[in-house]
């Protein structure tokens, strides 16, 4: 099955009040763990990557390779997609392009509006000449993303009549809008603008995408999934899962050298944390059974 755009995916979600989660690959077992996740579950999937870790995983090309042989080893006949996520210049949106992701992030939210709409419009006009999906941001989400580190005190809420302006203006076909999520885990009860959420989603009508969503209650991401957003993003929860998995097995097995002896057990606490969140966004169950 071939990697497909986010359009159909996030349409049919935002339609029928469930959201499709992102999950970060930062490395082979990752991505391992999030295909089958997908296909036991029976849910479209979308695969993001930093391009930080694009870096680490050995360029753009290569990140598209191992996807497509991981798909077809595994069979996978879910819907799976492949984003670039917080792309930070027109210049690593073109890459991603010409590599083969079909949807790309272009992170403007630090640049002042105005640059930040040319920016994205100019990266929109040729990723739709390729069929490529793109998403926007605006307001600014506190904590870390690769090396743009957003201090909680410089976080803002996204302003509707902006969100409004940059859709209009860009054709986007997604929009993240800052309303109180993070980067990271959490230091306290994360509080979500709800009442700027549904306003921005029916003003705008595209599916909302929301970021950081490690650590956000079970009834906050119903909320907000009723109130238009169709695509969630999680890192955090999976990292923290994965690395606790390991730590427990070589503490248990300190003269263990074999990398898949620890590696494994950290594939398989993410394969369990990502079906979690699947079931948990409502995702599951949505592929029909006949495409297997």
């Known amino acids: 099955m071939a990697l497909e755009s986010m359009k159909q995916m996030l349409s049919h979600a935002l339609e029928h009040r469930y959201a499709v989660g992102q999950f970060n690959v930062n490395n082979l077992e990752f991505t391992q763990a999030i295909l089958l996740a997908a296909q036991e579950e029976q849910s479209p999937v979308i695969l993001g990557v930093s391009e930080s870790y694009i870096s680490y ?64 419009g100019r990266v929109a006009a040729l990723a739709h000449e390729h069929g490529v999906t793109v998403e926007a941001e605006l307001g600014r989400i506190s904590g870390r993303e690769d090396d743009l580190v957003v201090e909680e005190a410089e976080a803002m809420y996204a302003i509707v009549d902006e969100c409004v302006r940059l859709v209009r203006e860009t054709s986007v076909d997604f929009l993240a809008p800052a309303l109180g999520s993070v980067h990271g885990p959490y230091k306290a009860k994360p509080k979500l603008g709800f009442e700027r959420m549904q306003e921005i989603q029916e003003r705008t009508g ?60 950290g594939r398989d606490a993410v394969r369990e944390s990502v079906k979690r969140k699947m079931r948990e966004f409502g995702s599951i169950n949505r592929v029909s059974r006949e495409n297997r």
């Not at 907000?224 to 690395?243: D, P, R, S, W, Y």
Request: some cysteine; glycine content about 8%; aromatic content about 6%.
């Open 57 to 120: 995983l050995g360029g753009y090309t290569l990140v598209v390779a191992m996807v497509k042989a991981l798909m077809e080893e595994y069979e996978i006949a879910v819907p799976v997609a492949l984003h670039l996520d917080h792309g930070s210049s027109f210049e690593a949106c073109q890459k991603a392009i010409k590599a083969g992701f079909t949807s790309v992030m272009i992170d403007g939210s630090h640049h002042p509006l105005d640059e930040n709409i040319a920016m994205t």
């Open 206 to 265: 595209v599916p909302l995408v929301l970021h950081g969503g490690t650590g956000i209650p079970n009834a906050d991401i119903q909320k907000a999934i009723l109130l238009g957003t169709a695509k969630i993003n999680v890192n955090t929860e999976n990292q923290m899962a994965c690395t606790t998995a390991v730590r427990e097995y070589l503490n248990a097995n300190p003269s263990e050298w074999d990398p898949r002896r620890y590696l494994g057990p």
